[in-house]
């Protein structure tokens, strides 16, 4: 569902850091593709291309056969089909839990006040936050935040969740019930593009893991080949320095 | 001692029934002040308005590079504006903008008070879109939103929030920056004070009177942008 080919990516005055070098890629409905490799190495810059956050600087991204970056596309509609997870979770700040959730659905998908407001309820019951939907975000928890800002975007009923490190700027306490609310996602069949640092996760929950080192794609593998049995030096160095 | 508060008193009865009373003087000052009045609110409404789409013109170029023109054209007008003295736009607009049209004097100064007031508010206002985290346009942007819909019901209200105690400022200044509108002749609260003391000669009475108006409804603007505030932040309390 998610093609993309010879994608490039560059920043600053005429190009001069490229952050992404040639990526060709094909994600699959109902795949889990986690994303892991250090920092600096491009993977939030491609995730954030894909739902054109980032306009890419050369290359073809065709979402449902649909080519995504082309001058025709309208980049709000496709934007609707993809859920985004940001690290900082980006809830908005002046409006109540209820709000935050329901905006998109009522404005953007003609719901009914009431029917988007059901629908809210029916998703913050799922994470046990009901108690909290008429709270401002200020009074939530970090991981309690995450969650809401997970459920935000799937009131829009996304065909794809991408999530940009969303465990990265929590408590390590808070880690387990955002990674539990995103395993329930990946049960239920949703597609997930997910560029994260918890290795235990992908082990898990991912069915394909890409390894980007310095703008590209070097490995890719199911999990349990890629942890047991890396076959790129890079890919050997990142792993016995995250796992020791 | 208890004689001469007896004659202050005493005086202060004659001045003022000298100054306010005979002739219905008093109603310079109510008349002026109800002109003073229109004139702020309209040019508020005015500087409001025209403040925030410029300063909505200006981020956006800042951001996406869209509206090269339009932002040249309001960093001009900011320029002027922020670069000449009040006095002299109120009278360029009355004796040149307006010179071969007969139009009323309270419609030049609510022009002129609004077209000045803008330049602040836009600055005010960029200051605010500014001070509001990217991530919430990136937000509202993922969730399928437009960047004008972003702006409106994300971005938007957040920098009003965060620009209401300078917004506050810029109209009180601009309240009492309505007294120079005598320069084209305009009876304002100022110029209506003014006049009284041209007719009684005596400087004490109109003038102080003037000056506890204006302080009066700057308190009063204050002691309602203090409610508003403290309404808005009501999401802050954690």
Not at chain 1, 71 to 83: A, I, P, Q, S, Y
Not at chain 1, 128 to 137: T, V
Not at chain 2, 39 to 65: C, E, M, P, S
Not at chain 2, 87 to 108: E, R
Request: with cysteine; glycine share 8%; net charge positive.
């Amino acid at each position: 569902m998610i093609e993309v080919k010879q994608l490039y990516k560059s920043f600053g005055p005429k190009g001069s850091l490229e952050v992404l070098k040639g990526i060709d890629q094909t994600i699959l409905k109902g795949e889990k593709v986690v994303i892991i490799g250090p920092s600096g190495s491009g993977k939030s810059t491609f995730l954030r291309c894909l739902n054109m956050l980032e306009m890419p600087t050369a290359g073809e991204i065709f979402i449902d056969n649909e080519m995504i970056n082309g001058k025709k596309c309208d980049v709000n509609k496709l934007r609707m089909k993809m859920g985004m997870v940001f690290q900082h979770f980006n809830l908005f700040p002046h409006l109540t839990i209820m709000q935050n959730i329901t905006l998109g659905p009522i404005k953007l998908k003609n719901k009914t006040k009431k029917q988007a407001e059901e629908q809210a309820l029916e998703l913050l019951k799922r994470i046990g936050l009901s108690d909290k939907a008429y709270a401002y975000p200020s009074q939530l928890s970090g991981g309690q935040k995450q969650r809401v800002a997970i459920i935000r975007a799937l009131a829009m009923e996304p065909e794809v969740m991408l999530f940009d490190e969303p465990t990265s700027a929590l408590d390590p306490e808070m880690v387990g019930e955002v990674l539990d609310l995103m395993k329930k996602l990946a049960k239920e069949g949703m597609t997930m593009v997910v560029v994260t640092h918890e290795m235990g996760f992908a082990k898990e929950v991912g069915t394909r893991i890409l390894f980007m080192d310095d703008g590209m794609i070097v490995e890719e593998n199911n999990p349990k080949e890629f942890f047991s049995n890396p076959k790129n030096q890079r890919t050997k160095d990142f792993l016995s320095k995250i796992l020791q | 001692m208890n004689e001469y508060l007896m004659k202050l008193a005493e005086d202060f009865k004659i001045s003022f029934t000298n100054n306010f009373i005979t002739d219905d003087r008093w109603q310079y000052l109510t008349k002026g002040l109800l002109v003073t009045l229109e004139i702020t609110f309209f040019a508020v409404l005015i500087g409001i308005i025209l403040g925030f789409i410029i300063a909505v013109i200006r981020t956006t170029y800042d951001k996406t590079k869209k509206f090269k023109v339009l932002n040249a054209i309001c960093k001009l007008y900011i320029t002027i504006i922020r670069g000449t003295p009040v006095v002299l736009q109120l009278l360029i607009i009355y004796y040149v903008v307006f010179a071969t049209v007969a139009v009323d004097k309270v419609l030049a100064a609510v022009v002129a008070f609004g077209l000045n007031s803008a330049a602040y508010v836009a600055e005010i206002v960029r200051s605010g879109i500014m001070s509001v985290d990217p991530g919430q346009m990136e937000a509202g942007r993922s969730l399928g939103f437009t960047y004008g819909k972003t702006m409106w019901y994300i971005v938007l209200p957040q920098a009003f929030k965060n620009i209401l105690p300078a917004l506050g400022n810029e109209f009180i200044v601009l309240l009492k920056e309505t007294s120079v509108s005598g320069y084209i002749a305009l009876a304002d609260l100022t110029k209506g004070g003014e006049y009284i003391r041209s007719r009684t000669y005596d400087a004490f009475m109109p003038l102080i009177a003037v000056a506890l108006i204006y302080l009066g409804i700057v308190m009063l603007l204050t002691y309602l942008v203090n409610k508003l505030e403290r309404r808005l932040s009501k999401s802050d309390r954690g």
